[in-house]
């Protein structure tokens, strides 16, 4: 099981960015995914999940700016970020949980800056 993450990439503050994490391989039933950061230094951080029955959660300092979704058929959510601001600036990460175990993909470099 691999999963793929892309869309990372430089922004501008107030710009909007599109992450995208599929979920390739020996696929078992997928139950949460989600997006963390972490920037160098500091620990991995939440932020946002979303269960199968598509329920979400979102650090606090990204609601109303960042929409997580997924696509159960395709095994692949999404993290659409909005009113991108620098400190949002980090290595980001999705996760997925299958048959109780979490599964990582490789970082995607998220920089905002002018």
């Known amino acids: 099981v691999q999963l793929q993450a892309s869309g990372g990439g430089l922004a501008q503050p107030g710009g909007s960015l599109r992450l995208s994490c599929a979920v390739v391989g020996n696929v078992f039933s997928i139950n949460a995914m989600g997006w963390y950061r972490q920037v160098l230094g500091k620990e991995r951080e939440l932020v946002a999940d979303i269960t199968s029955y598509m329920t979400t959660n979102y650090k606090d300092s990204v609601k109303g700016r960042f929409t997580i979704s997924r696509d159960n058929a395709k095994n692949t959510v999404y993290l659409q970020m909005n009113s991108l601001k620098p400190e949002d600036t980090a290595v980001y990460c999705c996760?997925?949980?299958?048959?109780?175990?979490?599964?990582w993909g490789q970082g995607t470099l998220v920089t905002v800056s002018s």
């Open positions: 996760n997925a949980e299958m048959v109780g175990r979490p599964y």
